[in-house]
Antibody, heavy 122, light 107 residues
Framework: QVQLEQSGAEVRKPGASVKVSCKVS????????MHWVRQAPAKGLEWMGG????????IFAQKFQGRVTMTDDTSTDTAYMELTSLRSDDTAVYFC???????????????WGQGTLVTVSS | EIVLTQSPATLSLSPGERATLSCRAS??????LAWYQQKPGQAPRLLIY???NRATGIPARFTGSGSGTDFTLTISSLEPEDFAVYYC?????????FGGGTKVEFK
């Protein structure tokens, strides 16, 4: 069973950056393909990016390319998502998510972190 | 990019009633569609993967069907804990989009 524990809420000013963490337990981060999904207040879910095990690289939604970095610290089994040049419309709950490494379907998210609220406000 | 359109936006029903939720893809996606349930303040929960397979621990009252462009999530008899928002999601094609969601609310 995979468990994902995310860092706490953040408040940033426009133009700043934020880095959200996602600590893995139950498996090692190396065994997983970590992805990030966000949800603006009262809105739907939006895939941001994550590791593509078939292509062997991290891929992103077009709107975030150049502004988001996703990294893994395998020594601590912690994944990070950093978003730069923040705008007010980046205010959202950010989720890390992954699929079961043994039986999961690629890009179908069995496991989710609890979410991290990022508020961008001057 | 493939777009997923869910309907209706809101479904007003009573416990014990049948819920039928629709997800339509802008082009064929074979069976690579998932359904999630989300309650307020919680992360989404995977219900159905690859159109018709129930995820681990999901009750039998949840059924997914469809292929190609038209998909349906059916809840055979609504329990009080089923009132939530439901999303479909495509897993086969970047950028792995989600539908806009259907809210199942108390009538």
């Amino acid at each position: 069973q995979v468990q994902l524990e995310q860092s706490g809420a953040e408040v940033r000013k426009p133009g700043a950056s934020v880095k959200v963490s996602c600590k893995v337990s139950g498996y090692t981060l190396s065994e997983l393909s970590m992805h990030w999904v966000r949800q603006a207040p009262a809105k739907g879910l939006e895939w941001m990016g994550g590791f593509d095990p078939e292509g062997g690289k991290t891929i992103f939604a077009q709107k975030f390319q150049g502004r988001v970095t996703m990294t893994d610290d395998t020594s601590t089994d912690t994944a990070y998502m950093e978003l730069t040049s923040l705008r007010s419309d980046d205010t959202a709950v950010y989720f890390c998510a992954t699929w079961d490494p043994l039986v999961g379907a690629f890009f179908t998210f069995d496991y989710w972190g609890q979410g991290t609220l990022v508020t961008v406000s001057s | 990019e493939i777009v997923l359109t869910q309907s209706p936006a809101t479904l007003s029903l009573s416990p014990g009633e049948r819920a039928t939720l629709s997800c339509r893809a802008s082009q064929s996606v074979s069976s690579f569609l998932a359904w999630y349930q989300q309650k307020p303040g919680q992360a989404p929960r995977l219900l159905i993967y690859d159109a018709s397979n129930r995820a681990t621990g999901i009750p039998a009252r949840f059924t997914g069907s469809g292929s190609g462009t038209d998909f349906t999530l059916t809840i055979s008899s609504l329990e009080p804990e089923d009132f939530a928002v439901y999303y479909c999601q495509l897993r086969s094609t970047w950028p792995f989009p989600f539908g806009g969601g259907t809210k199942v609310e108390f009538k």
